[in-house]
């Protein structure tokens, strides 16, 4: 058996004095323990969040919370989280909440809600604006049975307009085709004969044109831009340069 000599009873001391004294992890406090404690109860409470103070982080935060229980078909828990959320000053931030709210109180058949949430969310606003919102809602309110007052609602918009009724005729021929092919394909178990493919493209073309002249015109401003700034700095690049004199 090796015994230790006074040299290694030294080198043991030395590393025993150099090491740093352990620090203990500080207490909780109580106002600590108590905010912790509160959360537990409810931890939905966004004033007892510290980060969330600023009005516009807790909007964005509770409406992602509201939009994840609608996705997840927590209907009820939804609607708690939505009724919630203090009406925005913003007006993107009134119609996000809007186009929310409809979709969400008709997913839990709450229809004169979600009716009352879709005219906030179209009244008074542009036709595309408008018909984002019933693309967005449209199957949820078709599933609170409130789909036809809605879509009344989207024709007085209109007010006669024959381009704003034909995309909102297109969109439901094209959702009735989709529908339909649906149903096809389920039943057979093969794809939707020719003749529906064809249909269903040809309830589409008014939009795909629209938005194809619409990507034309912005490319076109861009090209302008583009060249406009080309021609002054061409025009800062010759004023830049000295005249050359030759000299006979």
Not at 5 to 24: G, L, M, R
Not at 74 to 79: E, L, N, R, S, T
Request: hydrophobic residues 40%; aromatic residues 8%.
């Amino acid at each position: 058996m090796e015994t230790l000599d006074n040299k290694d009873f030294a080198s043991v001391e030395s590393h025993v004095k150099a090491a740093e004294k352990f620090a203990a992890a500080p207490s909780r406090t109580n106002s600590a323990q108590v905010a912790k404690v509160a959360l537990e109860q409810d931890p939905f409470n966004l004033d007892l969040i510290e980060e969330f103070h600023s009005e516009d982080r807790r909007f964005n935060f509770s409406m992602r919370i509201c939009e994840a229980q609608y996705q997840c078909k927590h209907f009820k828990d939804a609607v708690a989280v939505l009724e919630e959320i203090n009406e925005p000053s913003d007006p993107g931030s009134a119609l996000a909440r809007a186009q929310l709210a409809c979709r969400v109180y008709a997913a839990a058949k709450q229809k004169q809600r979600a009716l009352k949430e879709f005219h906030r969310a179209v009244d008074g606003r542009e036709f595309d604006v408008a018909l984002r919102t019933w693309c967005l809602a449209r199957l949820d309110l078709q599933a609170a049975g409130a789909l036809e007052t809605a879509k009344s609602m989207m024709e007085r918009l209109a007010d006669g307009d024959e381009r704003f009724l034909a995309q909102l005729g297109t969109l439901e021929d094209l959702v009735t085709a989709e529908n339909e092919t649906s149903k096809t394909a389920a039943e057979s178990g093969r794809s939707a004969p020719l003749w529906r493919k064809l249909r269903t493209w040809w309830a589409t073309l008014p939009l795909r044109l629209q938005r194809l002249s619409r990507r034309a015109d912005g490319s076109m401003r861009q090209c302008w831009r583009a060249l406009s700034k080309l021609g002054g700095s061409v025009g800062q690049l010759c004023k830049s340069i000295s005249p050359v004199k030759f000299s006979r």
